[in-house]
């Protein structure tokens, strides 16, 4: 039998499902701009059409090359976060768990890192060390959050949405009472009450190894590299290591992963560690950036970063590689959006209509993806099997031959 090949991959199949996808959200996305420049006297027919392009223009409809090299800088900027918020729900997705605690883990590995970068003392070329440090303290005080809603599932049998989301909003308790209590994190210039300092007061800042000087004005740094590193080890190890594959196999099948002689309940809190280290390193590099101010009143509300990680994952069908180029597309139409005021009759507020349609699509990925396997093992069971013929020797010749 004639062997799939690269066309009849997992891999290929996942990426024509997202591509699916995101073609249907932006055809449906079109149709809402024709439909509000039809019943809107202010925007012309022909804004339909431009609105689309600029949107997928991105940043290279911002105009002139150096507001093109800005949004291009902020547009990878800004994909760091998204990028390890989607990881780190594709990993629970892959040992069979919901991480809908993504905020709240976030939120505790900004406050973590922000809290190392801003108290311990910088002297000379210290910098370096203490941001990474609070890079690490950052990781690990996600790890730890994550741990719980992995406790309570492991050893309680407890839904893990139900505790992630318990957890979201203490945590964000959490962060604003650490705040509101400890003054000296507060930016007061200006009249300001609402945001910490920034951490490059302490001289602590992600490095930017000149990036800064291509992409002139914006805030990017080496965060975006850093993040497609970790996305990469992750791909490496669910995919090459036997760790990877008892997560996997703990999330195809529980019972029979234990049987196998599997821990399930240590794959389930190891899997929701790994996950809330992953988004708390997200918000780790984003804010320990040195320009980056953080709202700390969050009690109230919860970082958005956190939930758009879910259709990141969905979009990449939980595939870490996939993650990358998910996060950054998702930045991407984003910032064709930032255009659009400018240059139609539309305000920017419709490319977000647009991307959650797109997120909406990425909900049906997984049975795309389905559909076009059942639809290969349709066409392969229509192949009919090779009638195998075997000579049949004439008996009698070989007797009489024997004879003589």
């Given at each position: 039998?004639k062997k799939?090949?690269?066309?009849?991959?997992d891999?290929?199949k996942?990426?024509?499902?997202?591509?699916?996808?995101?073609l249907?959200g932006?055809?449906?996305?079109?149709?809402?701009?024709l439909?509000?420049?039809i019943?809107?006297?202010?925007?012309?027919?022909?804004?339909?059409f431009?609105?689309?392009?600029?949107?997928?223009?991105g940043?290279?409809?911002?105009g002139?090359g150096?507001?093109?090299m800005?949004m291009?800088?902020?547009?990878?900027?800004?994909?760091?976060?998204?990028?390890?918020?989607?990881?780190?729900?594709?990993?629970?997705?892959?040992t069979?768990l919901?991480?809908?605690?993504?905020?709240?883990?976030?939120l505790?590995g900004?406050?973590?890192?922000?809290?190392?970068?801003?108290?311990?003392?910088?002297?000379?070329?210290?910098?370096?060390l203490?941001w990474?440090l609070?890079l690490?303290?950052?990781?690990?005080?996600?790890?730890?959050?994550?741990?719980?809603?992995?406790l309570?599932?492991?050893?309680?049998?407890?839904n893990?949405?139900i505790v992630?989301?318990?957890?979201?909003?203490?945590?964000?308790?959490?962060?604003?009472?650490?705040?509101k209590?400890?003054g000296q994190?507060?930016?007061?210039?200006?009249?300001?009450?609402?945001?910490?300092?920034k951490?490059?007061?302490?001289?602590?800042?992600?490095?930017?190894?000149?990036?800064?000087?291509?992409?002139?004005?914006?805030?990017i740094d080496?965060?975006i590299f850093?993040a497609?590193?970790?996305?990469?080890?992750?791909?490496i190890?669910?995919?090459?290591?036997?760790?990877?594959?008892?997560?996997?196999a703990?999330?195809?099948?529980?019972?029979?992963?234990?049987?196998a002689?599997m821990?399930?309940?240590?794959n389930?809190?190891?899997?929701?560690a790994?996950?809330?280290?992953?988004?708390?390193?997200?918000?780790?590099?984003?804010?320990?950036?040195?320009?980056i101010?953080?709202?700390?009143?969050?009690?109230?509300?919860?970082?958005?970063?956190?939930?758009?990680?879910?259709?990141?994952a969905?979009?990449?069908?939980?595939?870490p590689?996939?993650?990358i180029?998910?996060?950054?597309?998702?930045?991407?139409?984003?910032?064709g959006?930032?255009?659009?005021?400018?240059?139609?009759?539309?305000?920017?507020?419709?490319?977000?209509?647009i991307?959650?349609?797109?997120?909406?699509?990425?909900g049906?990925?997984?049975?795309?993806?389905?559909f076009?396997?059942?639809?290969?093992k349709?066409?392969?069971?229509?192949?009919?099997?090779?009638v195998?013929?075997?000579p049949?020797?004439?008996?009698?010749?070989?007797k009489?031959?024997?004879k003589?």
């Open positions: 039998m799939n090949g690269l066309l009849g991959s891999g290929v996942s990426f024509a499902a997202s591509l699916i996808c995101i249907g932006i055809l449906v996305g079109f149709l809402v701009l439909i509000l420049a019943f809107t006297p202010d925007i012309p027919i022909g804004d339909a431009t609105g689309l392009g600029i949107i997928l223009g940043p290279f409809a911002s002139s150096g507001d093109v800005f291009i800088g902020e547009m990878l900027f800004e994909a760091a976060p998204l990028l390890m918020t989607g990881l780190s729900v594709a990993i629970a997705f892959k069979g919901f991480n809908i605690g993504a905020p709240g883990q976030y505790m900004t406050m973590t890192s922000i809290v190392v970068a801003l108290t311990v003392k910088t002297n000379g070329g210290s910098g370096f203490v990474l609070a690490l303290a950052g990781t690990l005080a996600g790890a730890i959050w994550g741990c719980i809603p992995g309570f599932k492991a050893l309680l049998g407890v893990e949405v992630c989301i318990m957890t979201n909003w203490i945590a964000a308790n959490i962060v604003s009472w650490i705040f209590v400890n994190f507060i930016n007061t210039a200006g009249g300001k009450s609402a945001y910490t300092l951490t490059a007061v302490n001289n602590v800042a992600t490095p930017k190894l000149g990036l800064d000087k291509i992409f002139v004005g914006s805030n080496i965060g850093l497609i590193i970790v996305a990469i080890g992750i791909y190890m669910m995919n090459k290591t036997t760790f990877g594959y008892e997560l996997k703990c999330g195809h099948n529980r019972e029979g992963a234990r049987y002689g821990s399930a309940k240590r389930i809190i190891l899997s929701m790994i996950a809330g280290a992953l988004s708390a390193l997200g918000a780790s590099l984003y804010y320990l950036n040195g320009n101010e953080f709202a700390w009143d969050t009690y109230l509300r919860l970082p958005d970063v956190g939930f758009n990680g879910i259709p990141v969905l979009l990449a069908s939980n595939n590689l996939g993650v180029a998910s996060s950054v597309f998702l930045r991407y139409i984003d910032k959006g930032f255009n659009l005021a400018g240059y139609t009759g539309y305000n920017e507020y419709v490319c977000d209509l991307i959650a349609v797109i997120i909406y699509f990425a049906f990925a997984k049975l795309i993806q389905s076009l396997t059942s639809k290969k349709k066409n392969i069971a229509k192949i009919p099997d090779k195998i013929t075997t049949v020797s004439n008996t009698n010749n070989e009489e031959g024997a003589q």
